[in-house]
Every structure is written in C-alpha cells, then in structure tokens.
C-alpha cells in the first residue's frame, strides 16, 4: 500500500495559495509569485504539523502529547523565463483560533530535504506493506523535523528524521516510537538548565 497523504481543510488549502500568491520577488532559481512571472506551483504531499515539547518528552509520555498546529505542504515551481531552474520550498499554514493564517515559506534545503524524506519513507518496507498516513513532528526544543508516519492498522508508528541539530540523529533513517524518544530524552538530558522538576 502507498503512504497517506491526508486531505487538509479547504480553507488551509485556499490560504496556502493566497500566501503564496502575494509573495514579493525574489533572486533568480527561487521561488516567485505568480502574480509576477513564475509558473503556477503545485502544491504536493500535505501533511498535519504536530509540536511535541520537551517536558512531555522528559515525562516519558508518548506521542499523544503532541499538539496539532497546522498544515505543511511541500510545494515545486518549475522553471519559467524568468527563472534559472525548478524550484521545491516547504510552507507552513497555522490554525488559529478556529481560523487558518498563511505562517511561512522555507526557501534552500529544507524544502529539497522534505521532498527527499518522503520520498524515502514511500520505500520503507514497512510502508509498502502497511498502511500510514504522513504527518509531521517537531521539536522545536532540539531544532529537530521529521516525519511521523502514522500507522493506521496497529500501533507502529514510525519516525523518519529530516534534519535535526543533534549529529545523533540520523535523517531518513526510521526509528521506532519507543527508539525515537528515547533518543530524545538522552538529548534534552543533554542540554544545560534544563528544568525537569514539578512545576507547582
């Protein structure tokens, strides 16, 4: 069976393109705006965008703690006139308040990397076998991105890593829950004042 990629909300949809839609110009072999030369994008490989904090982490609880905030998309631009070549950027649409609001457009590598993982997750034997649905999870405590491949028959989920500060986590390497956490943990030990007792 092929990776999930979920249907976000029409209105996160319809944001992302007014977003990108009122772009400024940027240098040549990036993303433009269509409104000023560049080629209609497309728009690929949506997926929900969950924040684990680190306190959940350092309590040892699982990834029910991670909170929803938002879509990501994984958007190409091919080449036009007006551009050197094709372009792949990551953006970012929030829900606020009931509401969706246009957060961000990622230009450079993480964008390519995004493209990259998922194209590495859709190989995964355990992918190919099962059936998972693509999300992402991120640490903003470790600067760490990955996707969390979400299993929707048992309990196996899996956690491909895109990037992260930390030279101990690998990216495109899958890790189990129970690994990936563990991993994290061991990092936030790591990292000087960090405050694990009570808060009252």
Known sequence: ??????????????????????????????FMSESLGGAPPEIANAHQVFILSPQAIADSRDLSAAKAVGWGYVVNQPATNLSSGSSVVAAEVLERG????????????????????????????????????LRMLRIPALYTDTLWLKDRVAANDLIVPI??????????????VINFLSLMRDLIGQKKGFDNSPKV
């Open 98 to 133: 009931g509401g969706h609001a246009f957060s961000n457009m990622q230009q450079g590598w993480i964008g390519r990397a995004t493209q990259r993982t998922i194209a590495v997750a859709k190989t995964l034997p355990q992918v190919i076998a099962g059936s998972y649905e």
């Open 163 to 176: 990037a992260s500060a930390s030279n101990q986590v690998r990216a495109d390497q899958p890790y189990t």
């Open 1 to 30: 069976m092929a990776l999930e990629i979920p249907n976000p909300p029409e209105e996160s949809r319809k944001t992302l393109v007014e977003g990108l839609r009122r772009l400024a110009p940027r240098a040549k072999g990036t």
